[in-house]
């Protein structure tokens, strides 16, 4: 690969995704390489948030209800085809992952009867594993913490190792939050049902990143974040996932009017709705609603192949800047080499990854630090160019070879 400026200049001039970086907000001169944690501002957003506040909001009053009542099924429909590979009526925004984790995980559970161990993955992002602790704890079940490298991810030898007849759900990231690492998630999704068990992915580092194409691997649940590649912005609400044909046989343990059928006869009891509506719960957030749209839109718009395509291009760059220019500083790679075995991010070890990430904020680059010891770079494919990761590592090398980051402290003081 020729690693030269120019060559990155003219990968941008080949890209087919590029005008979409003109479609965001970019006040700023920032390299900024975590748009897996929060995407930026599409230009669209502000007019789309102002519209439902001055218009329906400031005018319409209570009236407007009757265009945002069908919004979390809309949007969800937007994500379905747009996103996610999944039908109509299969894709509900609402509440935040980690509520919608609960919801499945517990419907989940309730149809498995006479199963009592969930799974999931030790390496697997805190939440994930705090709800199927809690979980567990509650309904007395026994948890199974998988084992999963932590740059590689999950060995499907592993995985199969691990299920059994008394195995009601698994769950399990399609992007690993650390290293990036890709399972074959068709493979994995066959391994828990052979075992006769239900799959429920998290799908916040895949969702804008890579296809995931829910219908065809036939998952079965599913969440996720939309404020990382969805560009959705802070707090939006989330996605959830249910199959069609399982969405009448589960029921979710929040029994809100939302969920309700036949909402405003204000019935005497929980009956809940047919279809991904039973999966709501209360009042969902207009606002947040109308960013997630104008972000799904963008995402829809690009594609998610060449969005992916292009996440692999600008990782690959990542990797071949790190083993050129980091390595020889002790630098390792901490994500899959092979760039269809991973998301759009890269993660690097080295030592003084906390000092090394403190001394490229201030050098204009904006990483994430993750534990133990990783600078993860997260290039977005939707805004982030080629010659914005050549710059990142050209001073990523430069804080190295000066020693730049020996200045900063070594603990961190608060988690950000
Ligand atoms: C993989 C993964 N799952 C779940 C979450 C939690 O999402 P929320 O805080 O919106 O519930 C995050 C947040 O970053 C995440 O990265």
């Known amino acids: 690969m020729d690693l030269s400026r120019a060559a990155a200049e003219a990968l941008d001039a080949a890209d087919p995704l590029a005008a979409f970086r003109d479609r965001f907000v970019i006040a700023d001169d920032a390299l900024y390489l975590d748009g897996n944690s929060l995407g930026r501002l599409p230009r669209d957003t502000p007019a789309a948030l102002a519209r439902v506040a001055e218009e329906q909001w400031g005018r319409g009053l209570v009236g407007s209800w009757s265009s945002w009542i069908g919004r979390a099924t809309e949007i969800g429909d937007l994500l379905a085809a747009g996103v996610l590979g999944a039908r109509p009526g299969e894709v ?13 995980l517990v419907a989940g559970a309730d149809a498995r009867p006479g199963r009592d161990v969930l799974v999931c993955c030790a390496d697997d992002f805190p939440t994930d594993r705090y709800l199927v602790a809690g979980v567990a704890q509650a309904r007395g079940m026994e948890v199974r913490e998988i084992a999963a490298h932590i740059d590689e991810g999950l060995d499907l030898d592993v995985l199969a190792a691990a299920l059994d007849e008394r195995v009601a759900v698994v769950v399990l990231s399609a992007v690993a939050y ?16 052979d075992a006769g068990a239900l799959v429920l992915w998290d799908l916040s580092h895949a969702a804008g990143a890579v296809p995931v194409e829910l219908e065809a691997i036939g998952a079965d649940l599913a969440v996720g974040c939309t404020y990382k590649y969805l560009n959705g912005g802070p707090g ?24 309700q059928r036949d909402q405003f006869a204000m019935g005497p009891a929980y009956d809940p709705a047919p279809g991904i509506e039973r999966f709501g719960v209360g009042t969902p957030p207009v606002l947040g609603m109308a960013a997630v749209e104008v972000g799904a839109r963008l995402v829809a718009e690009a594609g998610i192949d060449r969005l992916a395509a292009k996440g692999r291009a600008l990782t690959d760059l990542v990797v071949a800047l790190a083993d050129e220019w980091l390595a020889p500083h002790g630098v390792v790679l901490a994500s899959p080499r092979d760039a269809d075995r991973r ?3 890269i993660s690097l070890a080295h030592p003084q990854a ?5 001394a490229l904020v201030d ?6 630090f993750r534990t133990p010891d990783r600078v993860r770079l997260g290039p977005a494919p939707l805004y982030t160019r080629f010659v914005d990761v050549w710059d990142a590592m050209d001073r990523f090398r430069a804080v190295l070879a000066e020693g730049a980051h020996e ?10």
């Open 343 to 345: 998301g759009s991010h």
């Open 363 to 368: 050098r204009g680059v904006v990483p994430d």
């Open 178 to 193: 650390r290293s990036g690492a890709l399972p074959d998630l068709a493979a994995v999704t066959r391994l828990v049902h």
């Open 407 to 416: 200045a900063y402290p070594t603990e961190r003081a608060r988690v950000t």
């Open 354 to 358: 906390w000092q090394l990430t403190q």
């Open 236 to 259: 939006a609400p989330a996605f959830l996932y249910v199959r069609r044909d399982l969405a009448d046989e589960l029921r979710q343990p929040i029994w809100g009017w939302f969920g």
């Open 92 to 104: 509900l925004v609402s509440d935040s992952t980690s509520v919608d984790l609960y919801k499945l």
